[in-house]
């Protein structure tokens, strides 16, 4: 991918942390208007282990920030981070390998430089919602796996 915002649009973050926000979840909903609102979908399991939900992992972790503000020229969107729903808590089981260790580390991927520069400008944020399922029309989670080398693909279309 060759596409990356303008530094000004970062706000002083990295692009792999920016483009966490606002991306779908998984497994898990904001019921309110404030990230500490997030509640586990009925239905979920975990996303790696498939074990029972106990937590809800915030990607990236609040420490990066509540809230971001994307500022484009089809407007200022404020997006809060995506949602995870994981076995275990901040210390154990497959939370824990998110944020201790940080065995897994999601990555969100644009299927093209297009798609990228759309949200980016705003375009699909006219059309969609931050965390709608729609965006996985536009790309998908990676989740990369530090302790195997390996990653896998989340598109829940």
């Known amino acids: 991918m060759s596409f990356t915002s303008s530094t000004q649009q970062l706000c002083g973050l ?8 606002g991306k779908p979840h998984i497994g898990a ?10 509640k586990k979908d009925d239905d979920s399991t975990c996303l ?6 106990q937590s809800v992992h ?4 609040l420490s990066k920030g509540h809230e ?12 809060r981070p995506s949602l995870f729903a994981l076995c275990g ?3 154990t089981g497959c939370h824990n390998d998110f944020h201790g260790g940080a065995r897994f580390v999601p990555e969100w991927v644009w299927y093209t430089d297009a798609d990228a520069e759309a949200w980016w400008n ?3 944020l006219q059309r969609f919602k931050p965390h709608s399922t729609m965006l996985y029309a536009f790309g998908f989670w990676r989740i990369h796996d530090r302790k195997t080398g390996k990653y896998f693909e989340v598109n829940r279309v």
């Not at 909903?29 to 997030?38: L, R």
């Open 58 to 61: 915030h990607v990236p972790p």
């Open 48 to 53: 790696i282990c498939s074990k029972t939900v």
């Open 14 to 21: 990295s692009l792999d942390v920016a483009e966490l926000y």
């Open 29 to 38: 909903h904001y019921e309110g208007k404030s990230v500490k609102s997030h």
């Open 89 to 91: 808590s901040g210390t």
């Open 68 to 79: 971001f503000t994307l500022k484009t020229p089809n407007g200022v969107f404020e997006l």
């Open 122 to 124: 705003g375009e699909i």
